[in-house]
């Protein structure tokens, strides 16, 4: 643990919490999840020779890299701070708070393998554009881009310090494209979290992977498959805004509710029967003859055991963006994040089956979505975000 740091620097007396920015997997990920996100996605501006391109991007990176290791120890962004005619380096909000846990992860969209930048034969197989689902209603203005910035904290406003400093560092090169603030972590990490709840009540990430190393390889991890060695150790991201009708929802029955999910609303144990924790049982019958936990419940269709073992690791945040003005009514939802070692496989199968037949279906709409190739970690002080593909 380290301290953090007054705007020169200087280390304060009090501990603080922090996560280690080093590692040979980006931190973040598996990280027990924190209580606040600050996500960004930024486009390049660049308009070179896609030597000069890679260039520009390459020094974002190395800025990006520094700035965001200063930031995760509590220390402001590097750079002299007292030139009174020039713009301090940091923007202050955050001088003298912790970082309380603060996490950056970064990820790279598909659009940065197009030509600007001469990486087309660099782009993983694994990192093919998300198709089409039923029922998508994607907003272009809150989707894609070319570099995703995920910023978890247990201080909102560390988070959004974190992903506002990376734009002003970035400016002239990139510009921030859409970003989504998150509040109330919507899944567990860790098996020492406790079931945190989503907009509409139900506890959620009860069946999240929880730390297991064998699964977090086998489902979380790029491994010696992929095709492009620099995502080793890496994984990929994707993020879905999901609009949730929490106004419908709550005019709706507590039995209907629990059919949807196919778990019970105040202990969020399966319908099936048992604790919260307990396998279910998709044979269970109810009194009635019919299924316990409905075939058509959120659960039973994404459930591995339904699903040829395919799991994902979730890590979403409930957001709350004012009112719906056509509507009037609450524009809130669940910002889905979810990372895994082939997109293909996992979130995209999983996903065309929830979006044609959930149970849910009836009160949510995916509205913004995003796709990120998240690289290892950086392992030295001198190392930097996605020095393999720049190599
Ligand atoms: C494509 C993947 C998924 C999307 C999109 C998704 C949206 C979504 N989920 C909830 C609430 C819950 N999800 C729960 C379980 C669960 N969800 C997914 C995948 C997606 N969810 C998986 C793989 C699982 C685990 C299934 C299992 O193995 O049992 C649950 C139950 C509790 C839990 O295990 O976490 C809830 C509640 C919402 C509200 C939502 C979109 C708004
Ligand atoms: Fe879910």
Not at 29 to 54: C, H, K, M, W
Not at 310 to 325: E, H, S, W
Request: proline fraction near 6%.
């Amino acid at each position: 643990t380290l301290s953090a740091c007054d705007s020169k620097g200087s280390p304060r007396s009090a501990p603080a919490a922090t996560v280690a920015f080093h590692g040979s997997r980006q931190a973040g990920i598996v990280t027990a999840q924190q209580d606040r996100l600050a996500f960004a996605a930024y486009d390049l501006t660049v308009s070179g020779s896609p030597a000069e391109n890679r260039d520009a991007l390459r020094e974002l990176l190395k800025t990006w890299t520094a700035a965001a290791r200063a930031m995760t120890e509590g220390k402001p962004v590097p750079g002299d701070n007292d030139i009174g005619a020039a713009p301090p380096a940091d923007t202050g909000e955050a001088f003298g708070t912790p970082p309380a846990n603060l996490t950056i992860t970064i990820g790279f969209g598909p659009s940065l393998f197009d030509k600007r930048f001469g990486l087309a034969d660099k782009r993983p197989a694994a990192l093919a554009d998300l198709p089409h689902f039923a029922r998508d209603n994607l907003d272009a203005t809150r989707s894609g881009g070319d570099i995703a910035i995920q910023a978890c904290s247990d201080d909102p406003m560390v988070a959004f310090h974190a992903i506002r400093n990376l734009a002003r560092l970035g400016r002239g090169t990139v510009v921030m494209r859409w970003s989504q603030l998150g509040f109330g972590r919507a899944a567990s990490t860790s098996d020492k979290q406790e079931t945190p709840r989503n907009l509409f009540g139900f506890k959620d990430g009860t069946r999240n992977i929880h730390g297991d190393p064998k699964q977090l390889d086998n489902w979380v991890w790029v491994g010696k498959e992929t095709d492009q060695k620099w995502m080793r150790n890496g994984s990929y991201l994707v993020a879905r805004r999901i609009q949730m009708r929490i106004e419908a929802w709550d005019r709706d029955f507590l039995t209907d509710q629990q059919n949807v999910f196919g778990r019970h609303k105040y202990t969020g144990a399966p319908l099936s029967g048992g604790n919260e924790f307990d396998a279910p049982n998709f044979h269970a019958r109810a009194a009635d003859g019919s299924a316990a936990i409905p075939p058509t419940s959120h659960m039973a269709l994404a459930a591995h055991e339904n699903n040829g073992g395919v799991r994902i690791l979730r890590r979403a945040y409930n957001y709350t963006d004012g009112v719906i003005a056509s509507s009037g009514e609450l524009d809130a939802g669940l910002f889905f994040l979810c990372y895994q070692r082939d997109p293909r496989t996992q979130f995209v199968a999983l996903q065309h089956k929830l979006s044609r037949s959930d149970a849910l279906n009836e009160y949510i709409q995916h509205v913004g979505s995003g796709l990120y190739a998240c690289p290892p970690g950086v392992t030295s002080d001198s190392g930097y975000w996605g020095e393999d593909l720049l190599a």
